[in-house]
């Protein structure tokens, strides 16, 4: 271990006042506006404003599509990973890449791309009915959404899950089967155990992304559709209300807290 | 004799271009210590994971107790393995790594805690169910390995280069109690490993591999001492490898010396290897040997010194107790039974495996 | 077969991820504008691209902002990971805590929080403000991409120089900074992808005139899908793939040149330093390239911001104004009167000239949120204006104090005709079954309420509760049936017979007739909103000079005409009606409709902010609703 200086504490310091000014700050700013009212008075009414039925089948709405998501995303993953890390050639790194690279394409052009695929009059249909297919009417749904986080969001999903199997020794494997568990016992007491780290990193980042948007289903919803990320979003750009918007965001938060809490748990574990 | 309990027949494998195995063929006695040695990438993990199950053969079989298992699955084979880096289930307990393949066999919960407790009572981590592998020393997580494959009460043990990744000291008592796990269990042990001193230590039975063939199996005694070829002379121990004549039966011309041996049926004036471990030159007053020579280096070992001599214009490797200091000069001489002579090899494919060490 | 299933998997998958950005790069080169037709291969579209000094700009921002804030991130990360080792172990575990709670946080959470600060802080948003709200989430990805690894390094190697004389800093350099390198790379590598990807917490940051190019394209997609941004796509994507292959072949030349046995100490230590001057002097040479063309330098003095709605200027016009006068014209729009004030509520300096249409008009002068007017500046609106606009304005502007009159219209039904029968004349049709997901609506509360109640025959300018919750009712009934709800993007979906009837601005039709001659607009039999909006100099402007500059050109009949031609909204310029040449337009219905059609056509008024709450409320609960 390093011993403790007076220098390690300087050098450390203009990190501790930017958090201070840019993350504990901020915070504390959202924590305020969203309990007090206009004129400044404590009020709780910002948060509870989530009980109100619009408010609060917006974030219902949120969280059935969020978790559909990202169990799709799950589904979709876990077999790719498993794939990817059971590849022994040498162009591994060539396919995980291919798997990754859309990541570096612009969030909304992703988005959009989908918009041009899915449009009554878009791409797929053109296709449709070029061959006489009956057509398909998927944007401004719910579906249309999911695709779109599903899309977005899948290579936050494999990243982590990959790592997390591409670190299991093979041997840990071969030791279950020749201690006599067959292929569906090796997986669920020993692989899937061994990854649930990667899997709980792979939904944090796919789930709170997918819970908050409002640029997804604007697009893909045509503003028919209303996710706790739109409510919060038009508080401020819209209604011109700060509190209430800050109290959303507060509700928000507390889904926050409880993935940073899960996740400070099993790393807990891990260090054990 | 000894049954034979596992049989290779004719076993190939090859990794795309790549031959690994070449029609390999192998008995195992029931109840033997059996070590397969050589150097990595000679085939010999590959040939264990063909007995356990983990890899098919692309052509051969696996005999069993008489019956064909070669497309068993590994978790119906009657034998289980201790892995290279031990593998164990680190997000379970010790008592529930040990307990695994007996879970998976639905026994009792009142089996498997007893079997739990004489397990590890025999690799002597009694009081350690409840620890996590991570905080197990290299040493003990070993131990939980073996315990772990031997509750299941294989026939056979397989196991892996199992203490490659443990310091000396370690290794060497765990290679006794390897010894005394074996007897007390009464079951068959391969071991693999590129060790020398751990297959001499521990086998009734050691089969050299080297590039996908085995080179020579026999008892340690016969390894050592009776190196079939180059290969197996040079990787087992230090020897004094030596290109010579055969003169005619029982003589052979080393470096230019006529050297008496007990070895026969090579023919008259062809080439061959002879083979002379260190500790069997002996060093005696020049004039007195059979090769005059001069010591160039001497190294105090503790049992031994070890000299270096130069003598017929080759630097031959000494052991000995008593030293002759450098610059010294002296004369070689050989018991004859000391001398092993090897054919050389003859096709370009042999030379590949001589050289090749 | 099992390594089939695998390969159909993994072809299946790289199907869905490439089948997008494939599609995207294919209508790059398409010349129909249309989605689903091919109309022979252009590259027409990168020429317009390429001529687009906006999306050129918004790029050269996200790189800009992007390898600085990665820049400092990487330096204030890695240091800070380095000095935590000589902390107390408590005070690191709470430092790593904040260090994370961005990471976690939602990025809408992040930004809106920032956005609080920036304004309480009274930061003027734009460059600055988005480049710290980068750097703040970046700096996490670095850190937990070397903090781990810095716990691995073994400090005696740094005691160890230390102790043979070296330098803190050089000992530093050259026992522990190499073993980190990988970890920072990797946490840098991060924090940049990061920064290129981001939208919401720039959204929330970025303030006016500034854009990045993921708010850029928020912008363009919401006006209807441009095949510009096709080619961006594409480009972007080569410029992907260019990097991705760049950087495997600088690995593999590396293992390779690891692997050669003639690698020299020396070649071993000066390749990496030319490297990284390499490396560095290319980041420099982007940077200020991006700060350039980004406009970061422009000169603060001589400017206008101007605040529009969509799709309401020639933007020849703004050129023009920038030769003639050489002020620089920063150009934001907007969508919707209230996100125009939403806007300039939470921050009255962010423009110096709007154009809010009556309602908000009156609603701006009655919360002090516009200055006066200097008449003798707009020698131009005093002359050419029909006086009879300047009339209309004072309705909501008394003494045309606040108030330059841009262009006036009416809010109707396009619909394609070919896809709808008979003649259209009621509200009605909205709420026709047979026209499911054919529909669409105004996304903003006003437009959408003024359908619902003119149906009903009540006042547009309804504050009854009743007839409100009656309108909201209907249009909770008739959400079933709308496709979406858009604004700008309404002319592009009936251009493209995406839909069959929208709810449209009179202006648009004129444009939306001359791209697909089957649109019709038509004001319905109940009646509906006739508007106008005007130009008008916020309170808090910085430049009112150059405000009022901008209004007076707009107001000179040349301009006008220009300006009118393109939009086609009813000019109230006399002297450019005048002007107008294009037989079909001088008596176009839509464009200057009679007095009878206005008949029971009614002006928005400002209803209050009890009435605005009903209204938005009732919104809500539209838009929340099945």
Request: aromatic share 10%; net charge negative.
């Amino acid at each position: 271990m390093f011993k403790k200086s007076k220098a390690s504490a300087a050098l450390v310091s203009p990190y501790i006042a930017w958090s201070v000014i840019f993350i504990v700050v901020p915070l504390i700013m959202i924590l305020f506006y969203g309990l007090s009212d206009t004129s400044g008075a404590f009020t709780f009414d910002n948060v509870a404003a989530i009980l109100t039925p619009e408010n609060s089948k917006a974030l219902a709405l949120a969280m059935v599509l969020s978790v559909i998501s990202t169990f799709i995303c799950f589904m979709i993953a876990y077999p790719l990973g498993m794939i990817l890390a059971s590849n022994k050639v040498s162009s591994q790194g060539i396919i995980t890449t291919l798997f990754i690279l859309p990541m570096w394409m612009n969030f909304l052009l992703r988005t959009l791309a989908w918009m041009t695929l899915l449009e009554n009059k878009g791409v797929i249909n053109g296709i449709l009915s070029f061959f006489g297919l009956p057509q398909i009417s998927v944007i401004n749904t719910p579906a249309a959404i999911v695709i779109g986080m599903v899309y977005n969001f899948l290579p936050f999903m494999i990243l982590p899950i990959y790592n997390s199997l591409a670190r299991i020794d093979d041997n840990v494997i071969s030791a279950a089967r020749d201690l006599g568990a067959n292929a569906l016992q090796t997986f669920f007491r020993i692989t899937l155990p061994l990854t649930v780290p990667g899997i709980l990193s792979g939904i944090t980042m796919v789930f709170i992304p997918a819970l908050t948007t409002f640029a997804i289903s604007t697009m893909m919803g045509g503003s028919k559709i209303l996710l706790i990320g739109n409510v919060i979003e038009q508080e401020f750009t819209l209604v011109y209300d700060w509190n209430m918007g800050s109290g959303l965001s507060l509700v928000l938060m507390v889904f926050i807290v409880i993935s940073m809490v899960v996740s400070a748990l099993t790393e807990q574990k891990g260090d054990n | 004799m000894a049954k034979d309990l596992i049989l290779l027949e004719n076993i190939s494998k090859a990794y795309g271009d790549q031959v690994i195995l070449d029609d390999l063929n192998l008995s195992i006695h029931e109840n033997s210590f059996v070590t397969i040695l050589g150097p990595s990438g000679c085939g010999k993990t590959t040939t264990l994971r063909i007995i356990g199950g983990f890899e098919s053969p692309d052509s051969g079989r696996v005999i069993f107790d008489g019956k064909d298992i070669t497309s068993l699955a590994p978790n119906k084979r009657q034998l289980n393995t201790v892995f290279q880096k031990y593998a164990l289930f680190t997000h379970m307990t010790i008592a529930e790594n040990i307990a695994f393949g007996l879970k998976i066999k639905n026994k009792t919960d009142q089996y498997i805690k007893d079997k739990i407790k004489y397990a590890l009572k025999l690799v002597n981590l009694e009081g350690f169910e409840k620890r996590m592998p991570d905080s197990l020393s290299g040493g003990q997580q070993q131990r939980v390995a073996i315990a772990r494959a031997i509750v299941n009460e294989p026939k056979v043990l397989l196991l892996d280069e199992p203490l490659g990744a443990l310091d000396l000291k370690l290794r060497q008592d765990m290679q006794y109690e390897l010894i005394r796990l074996k007897n007390e269990l009464g079951i068959t042990f391969i071991y693999v490993t590129h060790d020398q001193e751990e297959a001499l230590t521990m086998s009734d039975h050691i089969v050299v591999m080297n590039q996908g063939y085995i080179q020579q199996e026999g008892s340690p005694e016969t390894i050592y001492n009776e190196p079939e070829n180059a290969f197996v002379a040079d990787f087992i121990g230090d020897s004094n490898i030596i290109p010579a004549v055969m003169v005619r039966d029982e003589l052979v011309n080393i470096l230019g010396t006529n050297f008496a041996c007990v070895d026969k049926g090579f023919g008259e004036n062809k080439p061959v290897d002879v083979v002379i471990r260190p500790e069997d030159v002996e060093l005696v007053k020049a004039g007195s040997g059979t090769l005059p020579g001069v010591v160039k280096n001497v190294i105090f070992k503790g049992v031994h010194y070890e000299m270096e001599v130069e003598a017929g214009g080759y630097e031959w490797l000494v052991h000995s107790t008593r030293m002759a200091e450098a610059g010294r000069e002296i004369d070689i001489c050989v018991d004859p039974f000391n001398i092993q002579v090897m054919k050389k090899p003859q096709s370009e494919d042999e030379e590949a495996i001589a050289i090749d060490v | 077969m099992k390594k089939f299933l695998e390969r159909f998997y993994m072809g299946l998958i790289l199907v869905f991820m490439y089948l997008p950005i494939v599609t995207m790069i294919v209508l790059s080169f398409n010349a129909s504008k249309s989605r689903a037709r091919w109309g022979g291969f252009t590259f027409k579209w990168y020429l317009n691209l390429f001529g687009d000094s906006e999306i050129i700009n918004a790029l050269a921002n996200t790189m800009t902002i992007a390898l600085i804030s990665t820049l400092v991130a990487t330096v204030i990360g890695t240091l800070t990971c380095v000095a935590l080792m000589g902390v107390g172990r408590k005070s690191r575990a709470f430092i790593m805590g904040i260090t994370n709670i961005p990471m976690i946080n939602a990025d809408i959470v992040t930004g809106i929080s920032l956005m609080l600060l920036f304004r309480f802080l009274h930061m003027n948003t734009g460059f600055i403000t988005v480049l710290i709200a980068h750097i703040t989430f970046n700096i996490p990805y670095v850190m937990l991409s070397v903090m781990p690894r810095m716990k691995t390094i073994n400090p005696s190697v740094y005691e160890a120089a230390l102790d043979l004389g070296a330098e803190p800093f050089f000992a530093f350099r050259k026992t522990i900074l190499p073993d980190l390198m990988p970890a920072v790379l990797s946490g840098a590598m991060m924090a940049f992808t990061m920064s290129l990807d981001d939208f919401i917490i720039t959204y929330f940051t970025k303030g006016s005139g500034f854009d990045t190019l993921s708010t850029k394209i928020y912008n363009e997609v919401k006006r209807g899908i441009q095949p510009e941004i096709y080619a961006l796509s594409a480009i972007i994507f080569l410029m992907v793939i260019v990097i991705m292959l760049g950087s495997r072949i600088m690995r593999y030349n590396k293992a390779k040149r690891a692997g050669s046995k003639e690698d020299s100490y020396a070649a071993k230590k000066r390749l990496p330093i030319g490297k990284t001057i390499a490396v560095i002097a290319l980041a420099v040479v982007m940077i200020t390239a991006g700060l350039v063309f980004g406009g970061v330098f422009r000169s603060k003095s001589n400017q206008v911001y101007v605040y529009n709605w969509g799709e309401y200027i020639d933007p020849e016009v703004i050129e023009i104004f920038q030769e003639e006068t050489g002020i620089e014209v920063v150009y934001d729009e907007f969508e919707s009167n209230e996100i125009m004030y939403a806007k300039l509520a939470s921050d009255g300096a962010a423009y110096d000239v709007v154009c809010p249409s009556d309602y908000m008009i009156s609603k701006l002068i009655g919360e002090d949120m516009l200055s006066p007017l200097d008449w003798d500046e707009l020698p131009y609106a005093k002359e050419n204006l029909d006086e009879a606009y300047m009339q209309s304005a004072a309705q909501f502007d008394p003494g045309n104090k606040y108030t330059i009159p841009n262009f006036c219209g009416t809010v109707g039904i396009l619909y394609n005709k070919t896809m709808v029968d008979g003649p259209v004349n009621s509200w009605d049709i909205l709420w026709d079954p047979k026209y499911k997901g054919s529909i669409l609506m105004q996304d903003s509360v006003r437009d959408a309420f003024m359908v619902a109640l003119a149906r009903n025959g009540y006042s547009i300018n309804s504050t009854d509760r009743m007839e409100l919750e009656k309108a909201a009712a209907d249009l909770i009934a008739q959400k079933p049936l709308v496709q979406a709800y858009v604004i700008d993007q309404v002319r592009d979906k009936m251009i493209g017979g995406e839909a069959a009837l929208g709810v449209i601005y009179s202006g648009e039709a004129v444009y939306t007739q001359r791209e697909n001659p089957d649109l019709e607009y038509v004001i319905p039999d109940e009646g509906s909103n006739v508007w106008l909006d005007g130009w008008c100099i916020t309170k808090d402007a910085r430049h009112k000079e150059n405000a009022l500059k901008w209004i007076n050109f707009l107001c000179r009949e040349d301009i006008a005409l220009k300006n009118f031609e393109f939009v086609t909204y009813t000019t109230p310029n006399k002297k450019a009606q005048e002007l107008i040449e294009d037989e079909s337009i001088k008596n176009s219905e839509v464009a200057f409709p009679s007095e009878e059609s206005l008949s029971n056509c009614e002006v928005y008024q400002y209803l209050g902010n009890d009435a605005d709450k009903i209204y938005n409320d009732l919104w809500k609960k539209v838009k929340a609703a099945e």
